[in-house]
Nanobody, 119 residues
């Protein structure tokens, strides 16, 4: 599975951005796609994910502000980010999770896209 993320940029606090993650390759095996972020000096954290069945999950810090969605025809997952805060500043990564042997999971990562929110 190959992932191509895009849509990051510089935005003022309160503004919006929409990230895109386009998947290619063995996408039929993908169980879920998620967005993670990593701020300088911090660990990478899950922001939101969406399963192949459309079930979504969000970090508490983004609930009500971010929306994850998918367009199966375009093999693309989106992250609509509204009411952005400086704390949302990070590099955002797209991740695809597929089932692997023995009940484990394989993870595929796209290159990050940088989001900077200034006050």
């Amino acid at each position: 599975v190959q992932l191509q993320a895009s849509g990051g940029g510089l935005v003022q606090a309160g503004g919006s951005l929409k990230l895109s993650c386009e998947a290619s390759g063995s996408i039929f095996s993908v169980h879920s796609v998620g967005w993670y972020r990593q701020a300088p000096g911090e660990q990478r954290e899950l922001v939101a994910d969406i399963s192949s069945g459309g079930i979504t999950d969000y970090a508490d810090s983004v609930k009500g502000r971010f929306t994850i969605s998918r367009d199966n025809a375009k093999n693309t997952v989106y992250l609509q980010m509204n009411s952005l805060k400086p704390d949302d500043t990070a590099v955002y990564y797209c991740n695809a999770k597929t089932p692997s042997y023995g009940g484990s999971w394989s993870h595929y990562w796209g290159r990050g896209t940088e989001v900077t929110v200034f006050s």
